[in-house]
């Protein structure tokens, strides 16, 4: 599914990734992780094609990225922040969208699900960050791509709202899917992810499940586990 193999990229005198090799499978939800300039937004946007390496190679669904666009026409993306021109409609991004993308959706019964009718006519500058979010999951997971990332996709979430997100995401799997997620909430990383993908420095200090992380570090739970390697890390 997703093959790096020796990926730097620097902003400036900044090294940003370096010697960074990584392999994700086809199938399941794999969370990246690391502390805050670890590397993780770099490493999604070069997956994405939005930042461009300095060197290394790097493929997706078994060929390379460099110089081919085309294959971000099979990933769904959410990003972090849904930065919406504020005055158009829902209805009217869900549409354009639709016009940019070509594909078949399936957006009305995710617009049912998270209870989005009520806002369709509402301009996007009007809505709370919450329900932005919620937009953002309809045009994320409104097409059939076997590739999904999701850049810290609970953020605004009310619990029930999370909990639909959840199910969202478990139903994708099923489907045979991958799915990249970066998030801060540990919580939704060990109920979701059948492995995590840790980076520290530019480059992967573990990749493996969490029973596997809990083993290394000698920790009862994840939280704990995380925290070591955290402190390992700083202190080694």
Known sequence: MIQIENLHKKFGKNQVLSHLDLRIDEGGIFAVLGPNGSGKTTL????????????????????SIRKNWKYRQEIDYLPQIANFPGNLKVKELI??????????????????LLG????????????????KQKVNIVLTFMFDSPLIILDEPTTGLDPASLLKLKDLIQKEKSKGKTIL?????????????????????????????????????????????????STHTTNA
Do not use: C, W
């Open 116 to 131: 989005l009718e009520p806002f369709l006519d509402k301009k996007l500058g009007t809505l709370s960050g919450g329900t």
């Open 181 to 229: 997620i970066t998030t801060h909430i540990m919580q939704f990383v060990e109920e979701m992810a059948d492995e995590i993908v840790y980076l520290l420095e530019g480059n992967i200090y573990f990749k493996g499940t969490i029973d596997e992380l809990m083993a290394k570090t000698e920790q009862n739970d994840f939280e704990h586990a995380i925290a070591a390697i």
């Open 44 to 63: 999604i946007k070069s997956i994405l094609g939005m930042v461009v390496p300095n060197k290394g190679n790097l493929s997706v669904l078994g060929a």
């Open 95 to 112: 549409r354009m969208i639709k016009d940019l993308r070509q594909k078949p959706s399936n957006e009305q019964e995710l617009i049912t």
